[in-house]
């Protein structure tokens, strides 16, 4: 088929790949304008725009879709279907009604639940047990097309973000070209999404990033997993005399033991084979991996020989 990919981040390369590998004839890819980023302030393409020019496709980068002769130029492309996976911009109905066969979405969540920009930080972060991957037929609504197929996933309590995603993104890979496999010769049935049960992951802020050790355990581990490797759950810990800002990548949960009766916080042992144990508002996590402003990610063992972090020492 002649496809449209749109898409923008990392997640949705993998779909693009599949899509390619299958044979479908991809007449051009839509994705997000470089954007400068880094400490030089240079302009970096988007992960697919990466991809597409590596596999010789047209890449186009409007800043909208409102325009009538930007929605012209997509219609002359005379596509099957637009496949979409994280693209970032909304689709006006000239955009949804010029594919034969109208926009297929990839997202990743178990829709209704997690509508919106960050389903898999907030599944998370929201400490689900499972989530998944579903193609569904977009409409002007913000994710509130019928859904053609799905597929499920557990999330493990060790799973970050970063883990998931990449679950995810092969998963839906796979999934998309079973269903553009099935859809010219009409074998995807639309079903509804449910009234009940709709929540919205809205976009990661800064302001909701620090560790609030106030909190259960279980929530401030799930806050940390939600948000590695980024944008990065932080806390404020004095290492040499100075105040420095640390982000949790990884923590695991601990029992709770009489010592975790410490103001949240505290750390309740620090670090060799009983790990570096914070309190929190109940129970106790144990940091697993850190990182420290400027450096690269390192395992606790590794930080504690830097830090030197000593029992009833508070972060914040």
Same mark, same amino acid.
């Given at each position: 088929?002649?496809?449209?990919?749109?898409?923008?981040?990392?997640?949705?390369?993998?779909?693009?790949?599949?899509?390619?590998?299958?044979?479908?004839?991809?007449?051009?890819?839509?994705?997000?304008?470089?954007?400068?980023?880094?400490?030089?302030?240079?302009?970096?393409?988007?992960?697919?725009?990466?991809?597409?020019?590596?596999?010789?496709?047209?890449?186009?980068?409007?800043?909208?879709?409102?325009?009538?002769?930007?929605?012209?130029?997509?219609?002359?492309?005379?596509?099957?279907?637009?496949?979409?996976?994280?693209?970032?911009?909304?689709?006006?109905?000239?955009?949804?009604?010029?594919?034969?066969?109208?926009?297929?979405?990839?997202?990743?969540? @178990?829709?209704? *639940?997690?509508?919106? =920009?960050? $389903?898999?930080?907030?599944?998370?972060?929201?400490?689900? %047990? +499972?989530? !998944? &991957?579903?193609?569904?037929?977009?409409?002007?609504?913000?994710?509130?097309?019928?859904?053609?197929?799905?597929?499920?996933?557990?999330?493990?309590?060790?799973?970050?973000?970063?883990?998931?995603?990449?679950?995810?993104?092969?998963?839906?890979?796979? @999934?998309?070209? *079973?269903?553009?496999? =099935?859809? $010219?010769?009409?074998?995807?049935?639309?079903?509804?999404? %449910? +009234?009940? !049960? &709709?929540?919205?992951?809205?976009?990661?802020?800064?302001?909701?990033?620090?560790?609030?050790?106030?909190?259960?355990?279980?929530?401030?581990?799930?806050?940390?997993?939600?948000?590695?490797?980024?944008?990065?759950?932080?806390?404020?810990?004095?290492?040499?005399?100075? *105040?420095?800002?640390?982000?949790?990548?990884?923590?695991?949960?601990?029992?709770?033991?009489?010592?975790?009766?410490?103001?949240?916080?505290?750390?309740?042992?620090?670090?060799?084979?009983?790990?570096?144990?914070?309190?929190?508002?109940?129970?106790?996590?144990?940091?697993?991996?850190?990182?420290?402003?400027?450096?690269?990610?390192?395992?606790?063992?590794?930080?504690?020989?830097?830090?030197?972090?000593?029992?009833?020492?508070?972060?914040?």
């Amino acid at each position: 088929m002649r496809i449209v990919f749109m898409g923008t981040p990392d997640f949705a390369v993998p779909t693009l790949m599949e899509i390619v590998g299958q044979g479908h004839d991809v007449v051009a890819c839509y994705t997000q304008p470089p954007r400068k980023a880094g400490r030089g302030m240079e302009e970096r393409k988007s992960a697919v725009h990466r991809a597409a020019e590596t596999l010789g496709i047209e890449v186009r980068t409007p800043l909208s879709l409102k325009d009538a002769d930007e929605q012209a130029r997509f219609a002359d492309l005379a596509p099957d279907v637009a496949v979409v996976v994280a693209y970032g911009l909304l689709l006006p109905q000239p955009i949804l009604d010029a594919p034969v066969h109208g926009c297929l979405n990839l997202h990743a969540s @178990l829709l209704p *639940r997690w509508r919106g =920009a960050a $389903p898999i930080n907030r599944a998370i972060m929201a400490g689900d %047990a +499972e989530t !998944g &991957v579903e193609v569904m037929k977009m409409e002007a609504g913000l994710d509130t097309g019928p859904v053609y197929m799905a597929e499920r996933v557990r999330i493990d309590e060790t799973m970050t973000a970063g883990d998931l995603h990449d679950r995810l993104a092969a998963l839906g890979g796979d @999934l998309m070209v *079973r269903a553009l496999a =099935a859809l $010219p010769r009409g074998g995807l049935s639309a079903t509804p999404q %449910a +009234e009940d !049960g &709709v929540t919205y992951a809205k976009k990661i802020d800064k302001a909701e990033t620090r560790i609030d050790w106030t909190r259960p355990a279980r929530a401030v581990h799930d806050h940390i997993r939600g948000l590695s490797p980024f944008p990065g759950a932080w806390c404020e810990m004095e290492i040499g005399g100075k *105040r420095e800002r640390v982000k949790i990548l990884r923590s695991a949960l601990e029992t709770e033991t009489e010592q975790d009766a410490a103001a949240p916080g505290t750390v309740l042992s620090p670090g060799g084979e009983g790990g570096l144990r914070i309190a929190c508002g109940a129970g106790a996590v144990r940091l697993v991996q850190v990182q420290r402003a400027g450096r690269k990610p390192m395992g606790v063992d590794e930080f504690q020989r830097g830090a030197q972090l000593r029992v009833g020492a508070t972060i914040a």
